[in-house]
């Protein structure tokens, strides 16, 4: 390849002849001599960039002068984008107070230009093919020549070194032959040794068998004395569960003579019909000057409530319902109360007097304590831990919201399910909605297994059914404190007194003459408060007796 002819040097320019650098960025550092929370600053800063995975450092910008900074957890901090050491000192200043103003202890330190770029117009082309060209060839001629040398030399040391190598390799192969020898010497030596200890070990082995196989023997015999041993506690465990069973059985009998005689006498339940007649038609039948379409209309009226602006059809006339401690404590056997939230809503909307004859709001109130009770004494006395804490006085409220209510009243089903699990209560007969009717079941003298004691199954169906309550049937829970109720413990004898005398004796339950029902209107509360009084003192005495029989005084 022809060199290239080189290039005449050329004269610098002079200042005179226009040609000035101008500066393009200048790249400075600062030492902020503290450390930095990197992510707290990029979310309280402004124009802040904070990637870790990409760079770690966080990336700052101003507009005055428009320059971007890389800060770092150390306190370094490097700044670029100013054209003059004035600009590139004030930003810095700037990043310097935004450092100070998110809390860190920063200062300045260290201000050094590390890099300045410029740019100028020389006004003529610059060749740069010309000159490096010839250079470039004689670099290679000499870099060829010394590789010549190089492999000269390396052949004249390979000749050199030959016999040397040959002669070292001689003196390895003899010394690796003396070490063969001497290491198969130190073999046979220690082979002898192992053969001695061998022996040895071989000898005391044959005595430690003989003596191992002594002392199976008398092992065995000990294995047979075990045996009888445990032949004989096996009888005997056989026997103490038998007795066991007898006791558990007795047990059982006993606590179900208490439970029929506690269900017999002061909580009896039944089942009761609801078929009465309207007091509408007994008044017709007695007022003869009444029409056929005046007593309809007043059957109607009888039979209808007006509830949030609407008119309710709420007759119970021919449903079945189940009383508890007497036939006017009573609870639909369907589950079905809203009766008691029809009740509750129309105290809320209206401001008149209270109507309790046309809604039997406070009978599923006091039913549902007197069930509490019962269920109670039950797990009492069947040694049974109920699920949920729940006592009476959740019912006694003179206004329960209906969210409070639902809640109280799936907490005492829950705990009558688990009563009749526990008890082998056939889950075909359960609803999880039927309180005194599950109770029937439960304490019903067909129910054999009443009174045992031991394991039991749940069934999942029923209990996720009790712990699933529809939002429709449940209400919100936006009135006072009904989303704060919790399932703190009550001591069950302190609850005796706050059942509720049921205000619902001034309509008859049997159809009688006009004046008969007058006089038992006038009569009947004062004998219900009194039986209420009577049951409830009854129950306070059963209550302190079951504490002295089992002596938790």
């Known amino acids: 390849m022809t060199p290239m002819t080189p290039m005449t040097p050329m004269t610098p320019v002079s200042e005179s002849s226009g040609i000035v650098p101008q500066l393009q960025n200048i790249v400075i550092t600062v030492n902020l001599a503290c450390s930095l929370d990197l992510k707290s600053i990029a979310l309280q800063a402004r124009n802040a960039e904070y990637n870790p995975k990409r760079f770690a450092a966080v990336i700052m910008r101003i507009r005055e002068p428009r320059t971007t900074a890389l800060i770092f957890s150390s306190g370094k901090m490097v700044c670029t984008g100013a054209k003059s050491e004035e600009q590139s000192r004030l930003a810095a200043r700037k990043y310097a107070r935004v450092v100070q103003k ?10 050094k230009i590390q890099n300045m770029v410029g740019s100028c117009d020389v006004c003529f082309p610059i060749r740069l093919e010309g000159s490096p060209l010839t250079w470039y060839s004689d670099k290679l001629e000499r870099l060829k020549l010394l590789k010549d ?48 200890s061998g022996k040895d070990l071989l000898l005391r082995a044959q005595d430690d068998s003989q003596r191992l196989y002594r002392r199976a023997n008398r092992h065995q015999e000990k294995k047979d004395k075990i045996d009888r041993h445990n032949r004989r506690l096996g009888e005997l465990l056989e026997k103490r569960g038998k007795d066991l069973q007898v006791r558990l059985e007795q047990l059982a009998e006993i606590r179900r003579g208490h439970i029929l005689e506690l269900t ?28 056929s379409s005046t007593v309809s ?13 609407r008119w309710i059809w709420d007759d119970q006339n021919g449903e079945t319902s189940i009383s508890i401690t007497g036939p006017w404590i009573i609870l639909p056997s369907n589950g079905d109360y809203t009766s008691y939230y029809s009740w509750v809503e129309e105290k809320r909307t209206s401001q008149g007097p209270e109507t309790d004859h046309v809604n039997p709001a406070h009978t599923i109130s006091a039913a549902l304590c007197y069930a509490t009770q019962l269920v109670n004494i039950l797990s009492h006395i069947l040694d049974v831990n109920l699920p949920k804490k729940l006592c009476n006085s959740e019912f006694c409220g003179e206004n329960l919201s209906r969210y409070r209510f639902t809640r109280a009243v799936n907490k005492l089903n829950t705990n009558i399910l688990h009563l009749c699990f526990s008890q082998h209560v056939e889950t075909e007969l359960l609803h999880p909605h039927h309180t005194l009717r599950n109770i029937m079941f439960l304490v019903s003298p067909e129910n054999k297994n009443l009174g045992r004691t031991g394991p039991f199954e749940i069934s999942a169906d029923l209990e996720e059914s009790m712990e699933f309550v529809e939002p429709g049937a449940a209400g919100q829970a936006e009135e006072s404190g009904d989303e704060a109720v919790t399932d703190e413990e009550t001591d069950l004898g302190t609850d005796w007194e706050t059942v509720p005398s049921p205000r619902f004796c001034d309509i008859p339950s049997q159809p009688m003459e006009l004046s008969q029902s007058t006089a038992m209107q006038a009569s009947q509360p004062i004998g219900s ?13 059963v209550t302190s007796w079951f504490r002295a029989y089992t002596g938790q005084r």
């Not at 998110?102 to 201000?111: E, H, Q, T």
């Not at 209309?297 to 602006?309: C, F, N, Q, V």
Request: glycine share 6%.
């Open 102 to 111: 998110l809390g860190f202890p920063a200062k300045f330190l260290d201000f």
């Open 264 to 291: 017999a006498h002061i909580f009896p339940t039944q089942e009761e019909k609801q078929g009465t007649r309207d007091p509408a038609d007994v008044v017709a039948e007695c007022d003869l000057a009444l029409t």
């Open 149 to 196: 040398e190089k492999e000269e030399l390396q052949q004249r040391v390979m000749k050199a070194m030959d016999k040397k190598v040959q002669a070292d390799q001689m003196k390895w192969k003899i010394m690796s032959c003396k070490m063969r020898i001497e290491q198969l010497k130190e073999a046979i030596c220690f082979g002898n040794e192992e053969v001695k």
């Open 529 to 541: 408060s009194t039986a209420g009084g009577m049951i409830s003192s009854a129950a306070a005495s």
């Open 297 to 309: 209309e007043l059957a109607e009226a009888r039979r209808t409530t007006y509830l949030s602006g």
